[in-house]
C-alpha cells in the first residue's frame, strides 16, 4: 500500500521558517517525480516545487523562488520542503505528491497523494 505521510506543519510569524517531510513507502519510487502542492483558503490547490527521485533537477513555482527549497533523502525514501522567509500568504495546508509521467506543475498528473500538514503564517 503506498503511503504518503507529511510531516512538520505548524504555526510561524512571518519571516519564520518550517521544514516539511514528505515519508514515502509502498512502492519504489525511484521512477517518480515528487511534488509539493498547497492549497489555501478558499482557492484552487497549486504547485510549489517537485523534484527526481534520481537527478535531483527541481522545479519552483515563481513565489516560492529563493524562499523555499526542495529536496530528497533516497536512503530515507523522504523528500523535505524548506521554507524560509514565511508570509501570511504561503498559509495554507501543503500536500506531498508523486507522479510517473505529465507534467510536474499539473496536479492532475500526480498518481499519489499524501493527506497534508497545516502551515499557518501569522503576521
Known amino acids: 500500500q503506498v503511503q504518503l505521510v507529511e510531516s512538520g506543519g505548524g504555526l510561524v510569524q512571518a519571516g519564520g521558517s518550517l521544514r516539511l517531510s514528505c515519508a514515502a513507502s509502498?512502492?519504489?519510487?525511484?521512477?517518480?517525480?515528487m511534488g509539493w502542492f498547497r492549497r489555501a483558503p478558499g482557492k484552487e490547490r497549486e504547485f510549489v516545487a517537485a523534484?527526481?527521485?534520481?537527478?535531483?533537477?527541481?522545479n519552483y513555482a515563481d513565489f516560492v523562488k529563493g524562499r523555499f527549497t526542495i529536496s530528497r533523502d533516497n536512503a530515507k525514501t523522504t523528500v523535505y520542503l524548506q521554507m524560509n522567509s514565511l508570509k501570511p500568504e504561503d498559509t495554507g495546508i501543503y500536500y506531498c505528491?508523486?507522479?510517473?509521467?505529465?507534467?510536474?506543475?499539473?496536479?492532475?498528473?500526480?498518481?499519489?497523494w499524501g493527506q497534508g500538514t497545516q502551515v499557518t503564517v501569522s503576521s
Open positions: 509502498g512502492r519504489t519510487f525511484s521512477s517518480y517525480v
Open positions: 523534484i527526481s527521485w534520481t537527478d535531483s533537477s527541481a
Open positions: 505528491a508523486a507522479r510517473l509521467m505529465g507534467p510536474r506543475s499539473d496536479p492532475s498528473v500526480y498518481d499519489y
